[in-house]
């Protein structure tokens, strides 16, 4: 099992997710906080080349039970930044948004432990464009359900 601060912060979320009572929305900002932190601190490296994909069990069930976890959580809107400033608001849905995040991260750590430090970490930077975009939604959503 080979771990580094992005590694850690993958498994720490993945734990606060599903391990215990459901997180309180503080808590999933935290950890998705140390996501996006550990993100700035992972070095850009290549991957070994073994070409090993995780497994992706991305079909309805998974999100089902993400929504069954989370039941309050729902619909938010949402301003695209890159959208004129004319532009209709669009919605964020924050199940959406927490089953992309946890099945990017089940993927980082499933490449930790059984291709590597490495493949690993390339994962998860190279995915950013897409957990993090997800991640970042989130926190504003979470903010505002905190926060008013």
Do not use: C
């Amino acid at each position: 099992m080979d771990s580094s601060l992005a590694i850690d912060a993958a498994r720490n979320f993945l734990s606060v997710v599903w391990e215990g009572p459901v997180p309180t929305d503080a808590a999933l900002t935290a950890a998705l906080d140390r996501l996006i932190t550990a993100y700035h601190d992972a070095p850009d490296v290549d991957p070994s080349g073994d070409e090993m994909e995780a497994p992706r069990d991305s079909g309805p069930a998974h999100f089902q039970e993400v929504g069954a976890r989370f039941p309050n959580y729902g619909l938010y809107p949402l301003a695209d930044p890159a959208d004129e400033p004319t532009a209709a608001m669009g919605m964020g849905d924050a199940i959406d948004d927490l089953g992309d995040i946890i099945l990017d991260m089940r993927e980082v750590v499933w490449l930790a432990d059984h291709a590597g430090k490495a493949d690993a970490l390339w994962l998860f930077r190279t995915q950013f464009y897409h957990w993090g975009t997800h991640a970042r939604d989130l926190v504003r959503y979470l903010h505002g359900r905190q926060f008013g």
